[in-house]
Structures are given as C-alpha cells and as structure tokens.
C-alpha cells in the first residue's frame, strides 16, 4: 500500500486573522497539512529553512522584508521549497518581480478555500500556478504559428525596453537605467504593446520569451 504523504506549508501574512483563517481552511483537507506561520519576511525565512516545507504561502506586502526578497532568498537558499504569493495586489509588476524572484504561484486573496488548496496542489505537483482574474489576459496572443516574430517589428530601442520589464523593472527604474524620462518609456511602452498586439507588459514580456529576445 502506497505512503500517503501529506503536502506541508508554512503560511506568512502579517495579518493574524486571515493567517489563521488560510491556515485553518487548508488544514482542513486531508492532504495538506499547516507545519508553521510566521509574521514577517525575516520569520518565513527563517522557518523555511528549519522546517523545509514543500509549500511557502507568501504575502507581498509585510513590514521589513517584503515578500519579494524574502521569496527571492528563499529560493535560493531553499530551493526544494515551492513559493507561492499570496497577495491583493493585482499589479503586474509585482507579478513579474514574483515570478523572477521564484514564485511558483501568484493567487489573489479572495479566493475560495477550495481554489487555494487546488493552488496549493498544482504547484506542489512542479506547475506554475497564477490566478485566472490575472491569468486570462497573459496567454492572450501569443501563439503566432504561422506568422512572423513580431518581435521583428520592435525598434532596438524598444527591444531594449521589453528585455527591462522582462527583469521586472518598473517604467520608473528603466527610465533611470536608461538616462530617459518615466513619461517617455511610457511612450515607448505604449508603441511596444501596440506593434506586438498584446494588452499588458505581462504579456510582452512572455511573449518575448517565447519568441527568444535576448539581450544585445
């Protein structure tokens, strides 16, 4: 007879109330199973590192060190544990930092206790799992089987741009990495999403990596 062996998470939020509530609803399946929480970035690494979980549920937003570098020194302290954010931010930015940083998953808090334990199992599984509410729009256009590369039609400045916001840069940092104006990359942003017909910088930037942009 096989072993079951149940998923593990460690679950931080610097919210008790809905720590516990998360906690509570996910040990409520029989194969998942709450091995620890913390309040802050510094305890989720610290824990993560003593309790090895499989799965490490992450907020984004904690006091001190953030959920972005504490998924980032996770990873690559710990790279046997699966990351998932946990977050209210729909921004996408912060989905690309997330993802660069090792998030396997991006979920929105709001959602049923039963998508958050399927989640939970998709990941664990070796998936990369993001919410549909962001989801929907990432895999919009992207597969061109018989057309060009569009990225073909992107000047070498704009390439320039997409191969930054594919780092996880904001308009802002661009901007001062390349000596130019927030409003300006903006504009170029605007030409980018234009010429490759996809409605985010999400989107742009994956669909860059599919098609292969690489740095000059």
Same mark, same amino acid.
């Given at each position: ?95 690309? =930092? ?84 927030? =409003? ?10 234009? =010429? ?17 942009? =690489?740095?000059?």
């Amino acid at each position: 007879m096989k072993v079951f062996e149940p998923i593990r998470i460690l679950v931080a939020d610097d919210h008790p109330l809905f720590r516990d509530g998360v906690a509570h609803s996910l040990a409520g399946e029989p194969d998942l199973v709450i091995v620890g929480q913390a309040g802050n970035g510094e305890e989720a690494f610290e824990l993560a590192n003593e309790l090895l979980p499989d799965i490490l549920l992450l907020d984004i937003a904690m006091p001190g060190q953030d959920g972005i570098e504490t998924a980032r020194r996770v990873s690559a302290a710990c790279p046997v544990v699966k990351i998932m954010m946990l977050t209210v931010s729909e921004n996408e930015d912060d989905l690309m =930092k997330a993802l660069r940083a090792g998030a396997r998953g991006y979920v929105l808090k709001g959602v049923s206790a039963r998508e958050l334990a399927g989640a939970v199992r998709t990941v664990a599984t070796g998936d990369v799992y993001i919410s549909p509410a962001l989801a929907n729009g990432i895999l919009f256009e992207m597969t061109y089987v018989d057309q060009p590369n569009p990225i073909n039609k992107l000047t070498e400045r704009e390439r320039e741009i997409l191969r930054l916001v594919g780092e996880g840069l904001t308009n802002r940092e661009i901007g001062e990495r390349l000596h130019l104006a927030e =409003k300006t990359i903006k504009h170029y942003m605007t030409n980018v999403l234009q =010429k490759l017909h996809v409605r985010s910088r999400v989107e742009a930037a994956l669909l860059a990596q599919e098609r292969r942009l =690489k740095g000059s």
